[in-house]
C-alpha cells in the first residue's frame, strides 16, 4: 500500500492529488507556505489528510527561526496557525490538528528549540494517529457489509484522503481484504471529479470492482443495479449529526431516503465539531467558478462569463442519515446522545 502523507525526516512527502490519475507524482514539501499552497490547490485533500498536513506545516514554519524567547514563538505560533487554518475553511481537520498542537505547546513548559521539538513530536503522533483511526473505522464499517454487497459512494474518502487506509472508503478495502464480494459506484463527483479521478484510480490499484457513474445517475443506478447501501465520509459534523460533506452528498442521501436504503458516514472523531450545535453553523467553502464552467479547469463546457455558484460541500441533515461509523463505535440516531455516550467513554469525567 502506498502512503500519501508521510513525513521523510526532513521534510512532508505527498502524493500531488492534481495529478492522478494521469501520473503518480511525490512532493516534498519543505516550508509552511509550501504546504499551504498545496493544501488551498488541493494537492493535498480530504480532511483528515488536510489535519496532517497542516500539523507538519506548523512544524516546518516555526523551525529554522531564531528566537529570542518563548514568548516570542508563542507569538509567532499564533500568526503561523491562524494563517494555516485560511487554507481551507470547512475541514474541521485542519483547525483541530492546529488547536491540539497549539494549546498543548502553550502548556508545555521550555525553550524554543524544546517547543519545535515537541511540535513535531505532535504532527508525527496526529499523522500514526489518523493511521490506527482509519484502521478502526474500517474494521468497525466492514462489519456492516454482507458477504456480498453493491455500494454507493461520493467524492475520495480513501488512501488519498488520509494517512491511512481512509474512512468510508476504508471499509470497502478491509470488507474486500477479508473475502466480501464487494463492487462500488463511484460518482464521479463534479465539479472536480475526486471520484473519477481518485476513487477510481484507488479502486484499480486494489482491484476491487468498480463501476464509474456521473452524479445524477446516482438515484437511477441505486435502483436498476440493487445497490445495497451508501458511504460517505465527512469534513464537518455538528453536534446533532448533520453532516457537511463534498458537495452532491446531500442529494446522494435524498436519494438514499426515497429507495429506503441505509445512507452511512464514517469519520474519525477529529472530523466533529463539539462547539456547533448543528450544520447552519459549518462554514461552507466557495470555490472559484471555473471549476464548474470548466472540466477539470481545461475545457470550457458553457457561455463564456456564465453566472455561476460553486459550493465545495454541502450539509446533510442528521435526519437521512442511518449511521455514523467513527474509530470508537457506530452512531445511531439520535446522534447527540450517541455521540455524547462516545464521548464520555473516550474522556471520561
Ligand atoms: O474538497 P475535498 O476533495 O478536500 O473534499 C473531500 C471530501 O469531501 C471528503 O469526502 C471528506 O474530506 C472525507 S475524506 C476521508
Not at 210 to 239: F, S
Not at 249 to 260: D, E
Request: charged residues 20%; proline residues 6%; glycine residues 6%.
Amino acid at each position: 500500500m502506498f502512503k500519501s502523507i508521510d513525513w521523510t525526516g526532513d521534510s512532508l512527502r505527498i502524493i500531488d492529488q492534481t495529478q492522478i490519475p494521469e501520473r503518480l507524482q511525490f512532493r516534498d514539501l519543505v516550508s509552511l507556505e509550501e504546504v499551504y499552497q498545496a493544501i488551498k490547490r488541493l494537492q493535498v485533500r480530504g480532511a483528515p489528510a488536510i489535519g496532517v498536513a497542516a500539523a507538519f506545516g506548523l512544524y516546518l514554519g516555526l523551525r529554522h527561526k531564531p528566537y529570542a524567547s518563548r514568548e516570542e514563538f508563542l507569538q509567532d505560533l499564533e500568526i503561523q496557525v491562524q494563517y494555516l487554518k485560511g487554507a481551507r475553511p470547512t475541514a474541521v481537520n485542519l483547525s483541530w490538528a492546529l488547536n491540539k498542537i497549539q494549546q498543548h505547546l502553550k502548556e508545555h513548559p521550555g525553550s524554543p528549540s524544546e517547543l519545535l521539538e515537541e511540535a513535531l513530536k505532535m504532527a508525527q503522533q496526529i499523522l500514526e494517529d489518523d493511521r490506527s483511526r482509519c484502521e478502526a473505522i474500517a474494521t468497525r464499517g466492514a462489519a456492516l457489509l454482507p458477504d456480498e454487497a453493491v455500494v454507493i459512494t461520493h467524492c475520495n474518502t480513501g488512501i488519498l484522503a488520509t494517512a491511512g487506509i481512509g474512512t468510508a472508503l476504508g471499509i470497502v478495502y478491509k470488507a474486500f481484504e477479508q473475502g466480501k464480494r464487494i463492487h462500488v459506484f463511484v460518482d464521479e463527483t463534479r465539479p472536480i471529479l475526486q471520484g473519477a479521478r481518485l476513487t477510481m484510480w484507488e479502486l484499480q490499484q486494489a482491484g476491487i470492482p468498480a463501476t464509474l457513474i456521473t452524479d445524477n445517475m446516482a438515484a437511477y443506478a441505486i435502483k436498476e443495479h440493487r445497490i445495497a447501501l451508501a458511504l460517505v465520509g465527512a469534513d464537518r459534523i455538528a453536534k446533532n449529526g448533520d453532516v457537511a460533506n463534498k458537495i452532491g452528498t446531500f442529494s446522494l442521501a435524498i436519494s438514499c431516503h426515497y429507495h429506503r436504503i441505509p445512507f452511512y458516514v464514517a469519520a474519525p472523531l477529529s472530523t466533529f465539531d463539539f462547539s456547533i450545535p448543528d450544520g447552519s453553523c459549518i462554514p461552507i467553502e466557495q470555490r472559484d467558478p471555473v471549476e464548474v464552467t470548466h472540466i477539470w479547469n481545461k475545457l470550457p463546457i458553457t457561455v463564456r462569463d456564465a453566472n455561476c455558484w460553486n459550493p465545495a460541500f454541502d450539509v446533510t441533515p442528521a435526519k437521512l442519515i442511518t449511521g455514523i461509523v467513527t474509530e470508537h463505535g457506530i452512531l445511531s440516531p439520535p446522534f447527540e446522545e450517541s455521540l455524547e455516550k462516545i464521548n464520555n467513554k473516550v474522556h471520561p469525567n
